[in-house]
Each structure stands twice: as structure tokens, then as C-alpha cells.
T-cell receptor
Framework: AQSVTQLGSHVSVSEGALVLLRCNYS??????LFWYVQYPNQGLQLLLK??????LVKGINGFEAEFKKSETSFHLTKPSAHMSDAAEYFC????????????FGKGTSLLVTP | DTAVSQTPKYLVTQMGNDKSIKCEQN?????MYWYKQDSKKFLKIMFS???????INETVPNRFSPKSPDKAHLNLHINSLELGDSAVYFC??????????????FGEGSRLTVL
């Protein structure tokens, strides 16, 4: 079975500071990894994904993540937080063994303070 | 044009009632899903259909029955609603087959409140 663990259910950063949201995965096959963002009362929007190829992937809104097989990690970063980044962030994993259904982590709520 | 649309967006009902949530996607995708998001924001897969065929059926009470009349629609019917069914239900779709990228496209959710 494939799963992800997000470390920290709440993360608070100051505006302009580095954002780091942690995600570790467990998978017996090469995983597909994703970060989604959910703004209040909205659906989920894809930030970025890793399937194959380059391990550093860039997404929308200045976010990026690096797939590290040796550490089974896929942490999300952004150099400088904006107030508009405040949202719930979900790491997810999928693959052929799961019929490509996403298995989500429990989410990390990002708070950005002025 | 909304890619994945769900109706209704809000649903308030009494325990014991039967209700349905409809989902339609205009992306030409082969696979559709239902996810449940609980009060702690945890998202869990419920069902997945590929070309109208059920391919994932997680441990969900049989009061929940998905119906896919065609590959663009996946509806969720819930019988004998219970308090614990209160949640936000998300429909999603993705490309299947050789075009699979793994990315799911989500609707805006249907918030179900059972009183």
C-alpha cells in the first residue's frame, strides 16, 4: 500500500519567510507524488507533481518540491511566503497499484503572519 | 466552463433520509472518483470508476452507492443518512489508460450536513 505522512498539522511563518512543508512517503513501487492546495471552502488545486524525470519540480505560485528517494521525502518549499499562501496543503501519492487513486496525507494548515 | 461540477454545493437533511450528489466532468477523462473529507480535513477515497466500471471500492457502508450512467458522470447516492455522514464530498476525474498522468481534477465539493 502507498501512503504519505505530513509532519506538522499546523505551520506558521512570517510574510517573506521561507515556507517548508514536510512530506514522507511509503511505496513499494516508484511513486507518483503530488502537492495540492485547498483554500477555504474550495476544492483542491494541484500545485505540482512528480512522476518521473527531474527530481526537482516547480509548480504554480512559486512553490517547488524535491523528490528524494534515499530519504523517501517530497518536501514542499517556497522562498518567500505571501499572505495569500495561507491555506491547507495536502501531499498525496498514487501509482498503478492503487488504480492511480490519490492517497492523501492528513494535511498541513499554513498560517502566514504579517 | 467548470471542468468538474458537483451539485448541490450544500445539502442539509435529517437522519434517515436518502440523498444524492451529482457530478459531471467535461474534460473527456476516463476515470472519476468520490472522496470524503471529514471535519479534520482528512481526505479518503471512497470509489473510483473507469469508463463506467467500478475499479475502487474502499471500505464504505453499503448505504453509499455510486452510479455512473456514462463516463462523464458519477453520482453518489446515500441511503438512510446518519450523523457520521456529515462531511464534504469531492468528486474528481483523471485521464486513464495510456494518457494517465496521475493528476486528479477536483470539483468544489458538496457539504452534507445531517441533523
Amino acid at each position: 500500500a502507498q501512503s504519505v505522512t505530513q509532519l506538522g498539522s499546523h505551520v506558521s511563518v512570517s510574510e517573506g519567510a521561507l515556507v517548508l512543508l514536510r512530506c514522507n512517503y511509503s511505496s513499494s513501487v516508484p511513486p507518483y507524488l503530488f502537492w495540492y492546495v485547498q483554500y477555504p471552502n474550495q476544492g483542491l488545486q494541484l500545485l505540482l507533481k512528480y512522476t518521473t524525470g527531474a527530481t526537482l519540480v516547480k509548480g504554480i505560485n512559486g512553490f517547488e518540491a524535491e523528490f528524494k528517494k534515499s530519504e523517501t521525502s517530497f518536501h514542499l518549499t517556497k522562498p518567500s511566503a505571501h499572505m495569500s499562501d495561507a491555506a491547507e496543503y495536502f501531499c498525496a501519492v498514487s501509482g498503478p497499484n492503487s488504480g492511480y487513486a490519490l492517497n492523501f496525507g492528513k494535511g498541513t494548515s499554513l498560517l502566514v503572519t504579517p | 466552463d467548470t471542468a468538474v461540477s458537483q451539485t448541490p454545493k450544500y445539502l442539509v437533511t435529517q437522519m434517515g433520509n436518502d440523498k444524492s450528489i451529482k457530478c459531471e466532468q467535461n474534460l473527456g477523462h476516463d476515470t472519476m472518483y468520490w472522496y470524503k473529507q471529514d471535519s479534520k480535513k482528512f481526505l479518503k477515497i471512497m470509489f473510483s470508476y473507469n469508463n463506467k466500471e467500478l475499479i475502487i471500492n474502499e471500505t464504505v457502508p453499503n448505504r453509499f452507492s455510486p452510479k455512473s450512467p456514462d463516463k462523464a458522470h458519477l453520482n453518489l447516492h446515500i441511503n438512510s443518512l446518519e450523523l457520521g455522514d456529515s462531511a464534504v464530498y469531492f468528486c474528481a476525474s483523471s485521464r486513464g489508460g495510456q494518457g494517465v498522468t496521475g493528476e486528479l481534477f477536483f470539483g468544489e465539493g458538496s457539504r452534507l450536513t445531517v441533523l
